[in-house]
């Protein structure tokens, strides 16, 4: 109220000058005042200064990006509201949402989260060298709650935002399938961005469209290939479109790191002969045996995070948790089938009692721990699937 009335005496005490310009726009500033978690960043404090709004860059899947404009009180939610209106996936059934996103790490915001606050974090995290493999950290708009997998036009910006989303999935070992499968998805992906086979091609960069790093190649289910054996020839458009990977070393490629150079060839020649067997596919027909193959997984859908339980022998240690619209799985990690499934219906209480510890308390008081660094996540997830069975069943009792 103080700051408010000093405003309007300013402003009437000066009137027509550079002072009333500032009084009139602090006046605006203060009626979208929201709490604030970090001091402004500089280039805050610079627009500011120039009584303008802030630019932002918000980043998706497949290398596009949105510059918006936001105040210092503008939120997440105002930010994917207005995203969601651009792409027409505002009637979407699947939820879209804000992500804090540095090389592999994501982490969503909640709608009432100050975008000029994470930007200031973001500065922050910056100055002390707080990132993963020297990667800055970004807005990332994608995917949060797969809600409807199946009623999606496969011609709508939404499928292509899922299938940028599977993509990256897949390379990053999130989808549990056989050397095979992955092949083919591999070639696939290669019809969609390329195109057809030409004589003599080869894939260089084979970390694009193969999870080369998250899944150890089996011989027997490649052909042999001698020590010395090369392929000839280029792809010159590979990859344009596909994510920008972690800072590399000239002489070294970490994909490949303790991986025999024979079996990358394998792997390579394995993709190009499933490659050529694509021969006129259309890029949208590529696009679509993609999804279906991995709609084919009866998990799909699900957002998987590593954590690792040591309660006892019922499990391996090594777990995914799989969270999705119907329940929560647990899986072995890279198999299919899920090794215990727990409706939401059948969850007492989840969360973290301590840090690093995610907790879950099932129908018959069964009590389920897991080490993870993901608990807010999982949380975050688990909350928002829980929301939106809340508010379906409502709309259903009020018909």
Same mark, same amino acid.
């Given at each position: 109220?103080f700051? $408010? ?21 602090? *006046?605006e +500033? ?20 120039g009584? &303008? ?6 980043? =998706?899947?497949?290398?596009?990006? =949105?510059?918006?404009s ?7 939610? !105002?930010?994917?509201?207005?995203? *969601?209106?651009?792409?027409?996936v ?10 804090? @996103? ?8 909640e709608?009432?989260? #100050?975008? +000029? ?7 922050r %995290? !910056? ?13 990332f708009?994608?995917?949060? =709650?797969f809600?409807? $997998?199946?009623? #999606? ?12 989303? +599977? %993509?990256?999935? #897949? ?5 549990? +399938?056989?050397? @095979?499968?992955?092949?083919r ?5 290669i019809? %969609? ?13 084979i ?24 392929l ?19 002489? !070294? ?30 890029? !949208? ?45 647990? %899986? ?10 727990f ?5 007492? *209480?989840?969360?973290?009692?301590v ?11 069964? @009590?389920? *721990? ?20 809340v508010?379906?069943?409502?709309? @259903?009792?009020? &018909?």
């Open positions: 109220m700051h $408010t009335v000093s405003l309007i005496r300013s402003r009437d005490r000066y009137p027509g000058s550079e002072m009333v310009k500032f009084a009139n726009f602090c *006046s +500033a203060i009626k979208r005042t929201r709490p604030r978690d970090f001091p402004p960043s500089k280039d805050e404090i610079i627009a500011c200064l009584r &303008r709004e802030l630019t932002a860059v918000v980043y =998706c899947f497949g290398g596009g990006t =949105c510059k918006i936001i105040t210092s009180a503008t939120t997440a939610g !105002e930010v994917v509201h207005k995203l *969601s209106l651009g792409i027409g505002q009637g979407s059934k699947n939820c879209f949402a804000l992500f804090e @996103q540095c090389g592999d790490v994501y982490k969503a915001m709608d009432r989260v #100050v975008i +000029a606050d994470v930007l200031a974090k973001f500065e %995290y !910056e100055a002390h060298g707080i990132n993963e493999g020297g990667k800055r950290w970004r807005l708009f994608k995917l949060f =709650c809600l409807d $997998t199946k009623n #999606v036009s496969p011609d709508s910006l939404e499928a292509g935002f899922m299938f940028e989303q +599977a %993509y990256n999935d #897949v390379l990053q070992g999130r989808f549990p +399938a056989t050397t @095979q499968t992955l092949v998805l591999a070639a696939l992906r019809q %969609y961005e390329v195109g057809d086979y030409r004589s003599g091609a080869s894939i260089p960069d970390e694009t469209v193969y999870p080369l790093k998250k899944k150890m190649v089996k011989d027997e289910d490649l052909p042999h290939i001698d020590k010395g054996f090369t000839k020839g280029t792809l010159r458009g590979l990859g344009r479109n596909t994510l920008k990977k972690l800072k590399q070393s000239q002489d !070294e490629n970490p994909a490949h790191k303790g991986i025999d150079s024979a079996e990358i060839q394998a792997v390579k020649v394995a993709v190009s002969d499933q490659w050529k067997k694509l021969q006129g596919m259309p890029r !949208e027909v590529a696009q679509q045996q993609y999804m279906d193959v991995l709609r084919s997984w009866d998990g799909y859908g699900s957002t998987l995070f590593d954590v690792e339980y040591k309660q006892d022998s019922r499990y391996p240690h090594e777990l995914w948790l799989g969270v999705n619209a119907r329940n929560v799985s647990l %899986y072995k990690r890279g198999d299919m089938q899920p090794l215990a499934s409706p939401y219906e059948h969850i007492l *209480s989840f969360g973290a009692p840090p690093n510890l995610y907790k879950l308390v099932v129908e018959g008081n069964e @009590q389920l *721990s897991f080490e993870t660094q993901k608990v807010l996540e999982i949380a975050k997830l688990m909350k928002a699937y829980i929301n939106a069975i508010k379906d069943r409502r709309a @259903q009792t009020s &018909r």
